[in-house]
Protein backbone atom coordinates (compact mmCIF):
# COMPACT_ATOMS: atom_id res chain seq x y z
CA UNK A 1 0.00 0.00 0.00
CA UNK A 2 0.90 3.37 -0.90
CA UNK A 3 -0.23 6.54 1.32
CA UNK A 4 0.06 10.00 0.63
CA UNK A 5 -0.14 12.75 3.07
CA UNK A 6 -0.57 16.48 2.03
CA UNK A 7 -0.16 19.24 4.32
CA UNK A 8 0.06 23.18 4.47
CA UNK A 9 -3.25 24.73 2.97
CA UNK A 10 -5.33 26.87 4.92
CA UNK A 11 -6.30 30.52 4.69
CA UNK A 12 -4.66 33.63 3.32
CA UNK A 13 -5.13 36.90 1.92
CA UNK A 14 -4.85 37.47 -1.62
CA UNK A 15 -0.79 38.27 -2.29
CA UNK A 16 0.54 35.99 -0.06
CA UNK A 17 2.34 32.66 0.05
CA UNK A 18 1.56 29.15 1.15
CA UNK A 19 3.75 26.31 0.43
CA UNK A 20 2.15 22.48 0.19
CA UNK A 21 4.03 19.32 0.97
CA UNK A 22 3.02 15.76 0.10
CA UNK A 23 4.92 13.00 1.27
CA UNK A 24 4.60 9.48 0.22
CA UNK A 25 5.13 6.70 1.90
CA UNK A 26 4.49 2.92 1.85
CA UNK A 27 5.50 -0.21 -0.88
CA UNK A 28 7.69 2.13 -2.58
CA UNK A 29 10.46 1.32 -5.06
CA UNK A 30 10.49 4.15 -6.72
CA UNK A 31 8.15 6.81 -7.65
CA UNK A 32 7.65 8.50 -11.41
CA UNK A 33 6.52 11.70 -11.68
CA UNK A 34 4.56 13.55 -8.60
CA UNK A 35 2.31 16.33 -9.32
CA UNK A 36 -0.33 18.88 -7.77
CA UNK A 37 -3.94 19.14 -8.92
CA UNK A 38 -6.64 21.14 -7.96
CA UNK A 39 -10.81 20.99 -7.45
CA UNK A 40 -12.64 24.32 -7.23
CA UNK A 41 -16.22 24.14 -6.64
CA UNK A 42 -18.68 23.77 -9.16
CA UNK A 43 -15.33 22.49 -11.36
CA UNK A 44 -13.39 19.65 -12.71
CA UNK A 45 -10.38 18.70 -11.29
CA UNK A 46 -7.31 20.23 -12.73
CA UNK A 47 -3.51 19.85 -13.56
CA UNK A 48 -1.33 22.57 -11.33
CA UNK A 49 1.99 21.67 -11.45
CA UNK A 50 4.02 18.33 -12.10
CA UNK A 51 7.71 17.32 -11.91
CA UNK A 52 9.23 14.32 -13.15
CA UNK A 53 11.66 12.12 -11.13
CA UNK A 54 14.38 14.03 -13.07
CA UNK A 55 13.13 16.93 -11.94
CA UNK A 56 11.84 18.33 -15.51
CA UNK A 57 8.41 20.13 -14.30
CA UNK A 58 5.62 21.46 -16.30
CA UNK A 59 2.94 24.08 -15.07
CA UNK A 60 -0.62 25.50 -16.11
CA UNK A 61 -0.58 28.56 -17.85
CA UNK A 62 -2.27 30.36 -14.87
CA UNK A 63 0.08 29.69 -12.23
CA UNK A 64 3.17 30.16 -14.11
CA UNK A 65 5.48 32.31 -12.42
CA UNK A 66 3.64 32.43 -9.00
CA UNK A 67 4.54 28.80 -8.37
CA UNK A 68 7.12 26.56 -7.99
CA UNK A 69 7.11 22.66 -7.95
CA UNK A 70 10.03 20.99 -6.62
CA UNK A 71 10.62 17.00 -4.72
CA UNK A 72 13.11 15.64 -2.73
CA UNK A 73 13.17 11.86 -4.20
CA UNK A 74 15.32 11.03 -1.15
CA UNK A 75 12.19 11.54 1.15
CA UNK A 76 9.70 10.92 -1.48
CA UNK A 77 8.04 14.50 -0.83
CA UNK A 78 6.86 17.02 -3.59
CA UNK A 79 6.31 20.77 -2.77
CA UNK A 80 4.39 23.37 -4.50
CA UNK A 81 5.58 26.90 -3.08
CA UNK A 82 3.05 29.00 -4.08
CA UNK A 83 3.33 32.92 -4.55
CA UNK A 84 1.38 36.11 -5.29
CA UNK A 85 -1.51 34.13 -4.50
CA UNK A 86 -5.03 35.30 -5.68
CA UNK A 87 -8.78 34.44 -4.97
CA UNK A 88 -8.87 32.13 -7.92
CA UNK A 89 -6.66 30.02 -6.85
CA UNK A 90 -8.75 28.76 -3.91
CA UNK A 91 -9.38 25.22 -4.31
CA UNK A 92 -8.75 21.53 -2.86
CA UNK A 93 -5.41 20.68 -3.37
CA UNK A 94 -4.55 17.05 -4.40
CA UNK A 95 -1.34 15.60 -4.42
CA UNK A 96 -0.22 12.87 -7.09
CA UNK A 97 2.20 10.16 -7.74
CA UNK A 98 2.62 7.92 -10.16
CA UNK A 99 4.43 4.04 -9.49
CA UNK A 100 5.44 1.77 -11.84
CA UNK A 101 5.20 -1.70 -11.50
CA UNK A 102 5.13 -4.70 -13.14
CA UNK A 103 5.61 -2.39 -16.72
CA UNK A 104 2.26 -0.37 -15.29
CA UNK A 105 2.45 2.69 -14.10
CA UNK A 106 -0.19 3.21 -11.44
CA UNK A 107 -1.80 6.72 -9.93
CA UNK A 108 -1.68 7.41 -6.39
CA UNK A 109 -3.88 10.35 -5.00
CA UNK A 110 -3.75 12.63 -1.02
CA UNK A 111 -6.89 12.91 0.55
CA UNK A 112 -6.36 17.15 -0.20
CA UNK A 113 -6.09 20.42 1.63
CA UNK A 114 -7.91 23.42 1.28
CA UNK A 115 -6.64 26.51 0.12
CA UNK A 116 -8.63 29.65 0.51
CA UNK A 117 -7.49 33.10 -1.08
CA UNK A 118 -9.28 36.00 0.41
CA UNK A 119 -9.68 38.91 -0.98
Known amino acids: QVQLVESGGGLVQAGGSLRLSCAAS????????MGWYRQAPGKQRELVAA???????NYADSVKGRFTISRDNAKNTVYLQMNSLKPEDTAVYYC?????????????WGQGTQVTVSS
Open 96 to 108: NAALPKDKHEYDY
Open 51 to 57: ITSGGST
Open 26 to 33: GSIFSINA
